[in-house]
């Protein structure tokens, strides 16, 4: 409940933390996960003291309960062992500290993690976030390798090492981080995100050796999946041994199977580069020279044709052609115009034959008015009328005389 409060009426340190301790009295008990982080069993005493801690947050609270129930379970629950427990939440008010009462613990096993980490696996995949399409090809040679590990341990030393005898020259930048227990899902994450946001940074591998499925944890956390999957710059996932099979292999771009088989993916072979450069010019050599040898039998054979070797009896052979096509085409114009010489004489002398001219010179003549129209029959003249008779030489005035009695 609210308390009236002022400068001038304040409230005793006492009566707060009573009133904060009446509050947590109404929580009632609750069942916990998470990871034990602190484990004290003094000898003879009657209470046991634990801290509890969240894996993926850094955030942990202090556990109390009676010796027989931890020593029903203390065969099997050590510092780092995962535990659901029903507690209470407990505010011990003249320190004023909140701490939890548990009253039953029971170890998470093997099996009830992987039951866990399926579901979590089928809700991630339902969101898309282990598509394939979402995958990304990693850079043929990257410019700078983000590595997150483990300090100086085994798996930073195979990714280092197996890189660089595969490229010298291959540049590294090293986020070192605890890869199991408490704090390492933060700690993970963080190194990722710094990775990720770095200019030069082309690819990053996270690498960390075997373990159990429990020291695997970490890297089946949601908040880190969810982390690799915003990533901007692809990233390889190297945990563990062949078995392994973290969440993060799913969601990476590519999946290593140790962190040396990371080194082998992230960075070609010297070695095997300057092979293959060598057989490429190899090869191309003998395509070059293939072709080469090729245009030259081609230019060998062109060249060794009459035609190359003799050009100028192609003209010749033409000119004798165009000559004789000369002499053939006067010819046939000679004849023709022959024939159409003798054709036009005799066109012209049928003509001559046949025009008024001639009939004149044979002795007739023909009559004409003045106006030059032909008198054709006697009935269209007139007596005493004058005409003109057109003989081969000239013309002759003529009239017309009266018909004789007899018609003549």
Not at 296 to 323: K, N, Y
Request: proline share 6%.
């Amino acid at each position: 409940m609210a308390v009236s409060t002022s400068a001038e009426t304040p409230v005793p340190v006492g009566e707060v933390s009573r009133m904060i301790g009446g509050w947590i009295d109404r929580l009632g008990a609750v069942w916990v996960e998470g990871q034990i982080t602190q484990l004290s069993r003094r000898p003879g005493a009657g209470v046991v003291f634990l801290t509890l801690r969240d894996p993926s947050r850094d955030v942990s609270i202090t556990v109390t309960c009676f010796r027989q129930v931890f020593d029903a379970v203390a065969d099997v629950v050590t510092e780092g062992a995962r535990v659901v427990m029903l507690a209470k939440p407990e505010w011990y008010a003249p320190r004023g500290q909140l701490s939890l009462r548990a009253s039953e613990i029971r170890p998470v096993g093997v099996g009830e993690l992987l039951v866990r980490l399926e579901r979590l696996k089928k809700s991630l995949a339902a969101e898309g976030l282990f598509a394939a399409e979402r995958k990304r090809r990693l850079p043929f040679l990257p410019k700078l390798v983000g590595l997150v590990c483990g300090r100086a341990s085994a798996a930073e030393r195979d990714v280092l090492e197996n890189a660089r005898l595969r490229w010298p020259a291959v540049r590294f930048e090293v986020r070192n981080v605890p890869v199991q227990g408490a704090g390492a899902v933060p700690r993970v994450v963080e190194a990722v995100r710094e990775l990720d946001a770095h200019p030069e940074v082309d690819v990053i591998v996270v690498a960390r050796g075997g373990g159990s499925v429990e020291d695997l944890l970490p890297f089946s956390d949601e908040e880190l999946v969810r982390a690799v999957a915003a990533c901007r710059t692809p990233v390889v996932s190297a945990i563990g041994h062949e078995p392994d099979s973290p969440l993060l292999d799913l969601v990476a771009d590519l999946r290593a199977s140790t962190p040396t088989d990371a080194a082998k993916k992230v960075v070609p072979d010297v070695g095997e580069e300057m092979v293959r450069i060598q057989q490429l010019r190899e090869r191309s050599l003998r395509v070059v020279n293939a072709m080469l040898d090729r245009e030259e039998r081609g230019l060998e054979a062109a060249v060794s044709r009459p035609s190359m070797a003799r050009p100028h009896t192609m003209v010749l052979e033409r000119e004798a052609e165009v000559r004789a096509l000369l002499d053939r085409s006067r010819r046939t114009l000679r004849h023709e115009l022959d024939r159409a010489g003798a054709e036009l004489e005799h066109t012209l002398a049928r003509v001559v034959a046949l025009s008024p001219a001639a009939t004149l010179q044979r002795g007739y003549a023909v009559l004409q008015r003045a106006d030059g129209t032909v008198v054709r029959s006697v009935g269209e003249v007139a007596e005493g009328e004058a005409l003109r008779a057109r003989v081969a030489d000239g013309v002759l005035p003529v009239r017309v005389e009266p018909r004789a009695a007899d018609g003549g």
